[in-house]
């Protein structure tokens, strides 16, 4: 089972980096399009829906790196107290109460939209341009496949965490600054 949960939290972390390079586009568009309208007054057709599909994609698609690397978010004022088998026990409920009908409503009604959009090949209404937007809503479908394989870890995690009473160790490739510079403070208190 934690050979599954590191395969699928690899494929989490590959999805949610591949995805994050939509910042830097939605930056270069952004700016763009300042520069045209503001410098040049001549602003562009397009800018306003390649942020909100940029933007979208970027939300999407980083649900399931969030979901493998426990950043979402979560109310523990009282879940921190609890021993690691409790939470396991409470998050294994909450996921298959909430998380997953959810998600597979998500997938359900987000393929059904998704399909019809491509089908059709919708174009944006709102935009001059006439972008197409199904691209976009065939984010919201793998976006809930994504989410969906990033859940079924998680259960395994809470499985394992029953039967052990330790959680799995979590990879982790980006840090939080405050966390690094508290470690780095601490290290040096102790030296």
Not at 16 to 28: E, K, N, R
Not at 34 to 53: I, K, Q
Not at 137 to 146: E, N, S, Y
Not at 157 to 175: F, Q
Request: aromatic residues 14%; contains cysteine; positive net charge.
């Amino acid at each position: 089972m934690e050979l599954w949960i590191r395969r699928i939290d690899i494929l989490s972390k590959s999805i949610g980096h591949a995805f994050s390079w939509c910042v830097l586009i939605l930056t270069a568009s952004t700016c763009y399009e300042v520069f045209m309208r503001y410098v040049l007054n001549s602003p562009t057709a397009w800018a306003f829906d390649m942020s909100y599909m940029m933007y979208g994609a970027l939300f999407m698609m980083s649900g399931a790196y969030a979901v493998s690397r426990n950043s979402h978010v979560r109310g523990d004022f009282l879940y921190r107290k609890w021993s690691n088998r409790t939470q396991a026990k409470v998050d294994l409920v909450l996921y298959l109460v909430f998380y997953f009908p959810a998600i597979f409503a998500m997938v359900f009604t987000g393929g059904q939209y998704a399909f019809e959009s491509a089908r059709i090949l919708e174009s944006s209404v709102n935009s001059p341009a006439g972008v197409p937007v199904w691209p976009l809503k065939m984010v919201i479908f793998v976006a809930g496949l994504t989410l969906l394989i990033a859940g079924v870890a998680e259960l395994m995690r809470c499985l394992v965490c029953i039967r052990t009473g330790e959680w799995l160790s979590r990879s982790g490739d980006v840090e939080e600054l405050d966390k690094v510079l508290i470690q780095q403070h601490s290290e040096k208190a102790t030296s």
